[in-house]
């Protein structure tokens, strides 16, 4: 796998928005993108190259908290801000960031790891620490 | 005393325990006892059998894992939660919270001077659930 996912510490990561609630359908942590999954109505992790295609156009946002199979998940959805906190989104103001071919990560446009449906999470407005989410996903997959 | 083991994966509000939401003060993990700090915003943290002022005063169970200013999930007095630790598999027992910041014991005998007696519910017959009914003292022993 590439080197370069956004690297994340899940305790710093701080929603700076209200959040949305779900239910967690795996264990998450902190500051990964999650998707609705059909099939249980619960969030798991995005992954742009995820097998079930259903599960990688359902992006619903970044999870604010650590969280279990069958426990409360806040996220902060569409239109929300975010603290990533993370050391290496170094990138410019306004760095658009893509959902990676690692379930839950992140990674800039120039990582080679937008493989399957290349999904825009967001983009970095205080460069490396805060991320507005504004999802725009993929119709159909590419590569990989 | 003798904290119960609890794993924060395993604990889980039961069907019909309303999930509120509040912020996290502090590290606190799900299973973990809280109260809500008035002197800082009303944060969740840790509730203390022995602590000093609010803090011997449970409010609410933590049922997400969250770290200092994070979104936490809680269930007040009247949910029902998994707490799926073996210590649970005794219906009845009653549990009562530790002199060790967020955690749970069910052993009242262990109650010394300058603790606040804190009754935390029950366990309910199988699957090793607590029926969480928070009474504290308003007096230490």
Request: hydrophobic residues 35%; negative net charge.
């Given at each position: 796998m590439a080197a370069s996912d956004y690297s994340l510490t899940a305790s710093e990561v701080i929603a700076l928005s209200p959040c949305e609630i779900g239910r967690a359908g795996a264990t998450i942590t902190a500051g990964q993108v999650v998707v609705d999954d059909p099939s249980t109505g619960k969030l798991v992790l995005a992954d742009a190259?995820?097998?079930t295609a259903a599960i990688c156009g359902r992006v619903k946002g970044i999870a604010a908290h650590n969280a279990s199979d069958g426990q409360p998940l806040a996220y902060v959805g569409n239109g929300g801000r975010i603290?990533?906190?993370?050391?290496?989104?170094?990138?410019?103001?306004?760095e658009t960031v893509y959902l990676s071919d690692t379930p839950g990560a992140m990674c800039s446009?120039?990582?080679?790891?937008?493989?399957g449906f290349s999904t825009v999470i967001g983009h970095v407005d205080t460069a490396g620490a805060i991320l507005t989410v504004q999802i725009a996903e993929a119709a159909a997959a590419y590569g990989n | 005393m003798a904290d119960i083991t609890v794993t924060p994966a395993e604990v889980i509000p039961q069907n019909g325990s309303d999930v509120k939401w509040g912020t996290a003060g502090e590290d606190i993990d799900a299973g973990e006892f809280i109260y809500f700090d008035a002197a800082d915003n009303g944060k969740a943290k840790l509730a203390d059998a022995n602590g000093t002022g609010a803090a011997h005063t449970v409010q609410a169970l933590a049922v997400t894992t969250s770290a200092d200013d994070q979104p936490l999930g809680y269930v007040l007095p009247g949910a029902e939660v998994q707490?799926?630790?073996?210590?649970?598999?005794?219906?009845g027992l009653p549990v009562f919270l530790s002199a060790n910041p967020g955690k749970c014991s069910?052993?009242?005998?262990?109650?010394?001077?300058g603790w606040y007696y804190n009754h935390l519910g029950v366990v309910k017959a199988g699957g090793k659930i607590l029926q969480f009914g928070a009474l504290s003292a308003d007096t230490a022993k």
């Open positions: 190259n995820h097998a603290r990533i906190d993370s050391t290496t989104a170094t990138g410019e103001q306004n446009s120039d990582d080679a790891k937008m493989v | 707490m799926d630790t073996s210590a649970f598999a005794t219906a069910v052993t009242a005998a262990d109650y010394t001077t």
